[in-house]
């Protein structure tokens, strides 16, 4: 009971038994997340109001296979079973929810949890798939046999759930009296004997073993060939998706924030004020936002792809992958989660039980692509790469993309192995996993997933991208140039008195161009970026983009708010991100007077971001996870030499091979 005097029921399970699912449906999707206090392992709560009036609290535990804890996962869930863990009180239920279709592997956990002696109900889940099987599971044998009450439901379908709501308010209301029985020492083969039992007297297979619908998709799914190619056309497919889907939206946004612009322009005054708010925040954090819906998109595929059980595939099929480098199979969940986000997917390595196996996935977890490039990756995309349709089937800008992602995973994997290999070297630990049965995705978790890790998105924009949009409008306009201003003014001038019409409104343009280079140039900025240019300058950067690099170590995606800011992208018009692209098509240097940026500058500057750590909030996580600031730095640097030679070998060797 939580010190409020709500009862707390806990929900426990292996992983992919349908737990989260039962979760949401027992809460209505109205929880909170958060960490349990002195460790990372997340901590999701909801409520559940019983029929009796009451409203009891609801935790959701990590999926584990034991209460013999390994990883920190494993540690909490035995700590809150057994009333260790601090901040949580003893459940005054537990339940247990187990796979229909694997009852025998499930039941391993869920005898430990009921020798424990707290109240608790068995949820047998996936009862359909179970059927469709041809299984048979007699109720009440089973519940006879581990004395817990048993109830069959099917998480996706909310009219399977309301039996164990009753049995959750039943067994709320009676007096525990059971008394714990669990014993860590006991050999896991007495109770696999124990288990084998219980399945023999409750469990009917078939008399003949069916091949279903779900074992044929199965023998090409994780074929280890076809399996593959599935998976880089899904992939394919859905970075093709992200582009062309995308684009109305998107459109939408962008005109939207033009208007916004103009408004802005409307009701404000010239001066510094008008340009803090049109140039540096609509202007910074407008052509961020634009890219909102390709980040949607991305993430609903991704929730997708894990409620259908394909995701689950996928890790099978990438396990063989994982083994060659030296990571344990878990790693590739953390590693999936990644491409949403670094924080969660290094947090995510916290079922890994290895040290060094855990490690090595933090240590290459931001590698992987996550969704603050994509935004850098399609606006480079858009402006450089020709739409054509390669076989009629994915174009180049979507093929792109696809190469970045696949570029990143490469990486990450050679450098893993390269990891375990020298100074993380270990014995791998076995990787138990199951498939869990297709599923039709039900709309309103799919959506509710999306909608959850896009928050993170717009809470960025809405609050690190702000802030640093004015800080980098402040050193792109600071300190002010008198003396440019008077020279550009008599120039103009002057001009006037020799050109009239369409001519002369070219030639001011062409002035007031000049003006804003010069006075960027002789900007806390323009200084910046000038001092670090003999850095970046083998890799075809010049100084401007080099602002857009020093900008983006503290995000990624305010590459794209600088580039807006120092290249003086109108907010009116085109819309927002037709006016940054022309913009970038026809920048030309002020040395030199060629292009600025050409499609092998923007492919290395594409690499340059798959490969470079920037991002505060991944340096945050890496310090707490690691528990070290030397394994922090030496992430950032590594990460940032790979940066720095990957640009370098595809712009050198592009010039090489005649490309510009």
Known sequence: MTPGGVREVALVGNPNTGKTTIFNALTGLRHTTANYPGVTVERRAGSLKLKNGETVSVIDLPGVYSLLPRSPDEQVVHDVLFGTQKGTPLPDLVVVVLAANNLERNLYLATQVAELGLPAVFAINMWDAAREQGLEIDLDRLQMMTGIPC????????KRVPGLLEAVERELGRAATRRRTFDPAVAPEVRYKMIENIVAAAVRHPEEERRTVSDRIDRVLTHRVWGLLVFVGVMAFVFQSIF???RIPMEWISHGMEHLALFARVVLPDGALESLIVDGVIGGVGNVVVFLPQIMLLF??????????????AVFVLDRIMKMVGLNGKAFLPLLSSFACTVPGVLATRTIEDRNDRLATILVAPLMSCSARLPIY?????????????????????LTLLAMYLLSIGTGLGVAAIFRKTFLKGNRMPFVFELPPYRMPQPKTVLSAMWDRSKEF??????????????LWFLVSYPKQPGIEARMQAERAAVRTVLAGGPLE???EEIDHAERDAKIRASFAGRLGRAIEPLIRPLGFNWEIGIGIVASFAARELLISTLAIVHHVKTEGEG??????RALQSARSQDTGKPVYTPLVAVALMVFYVFACQCFSTYA???RETGSWGWTFFTIFYMTALAWGGAFIVYQGGRLLGFQ
């Open 244 to 246: 062309s889907w995308a």
């Open 378 to 398: 399609t606006l480079l995309a858009a402006a450089f790469v020709p739409p054509a349709m390669l076989f009629h089937v994915i174009s180049l800008q979507g």
């Open 576 to 581: 927002m991100t037709e006016g940054l692209i």
């Open 300 to 313: 609903f595929f991704i929730s997708f792809f894990e409620d259908t059980g394909y995701m689950a595939r």
């Open 151 to 158: 109830v069959a439901t099917v998480g996706t379908d909310k």
């Open 458 to 471: 717009i809470v960025r924009a809405g609050s690190i991208i702000f802030l640093l949009s004015i800080v």
């Open 621 to 623: 996580v890496l310090k």
């Open 506 to 508: 070219a030639r001011l």
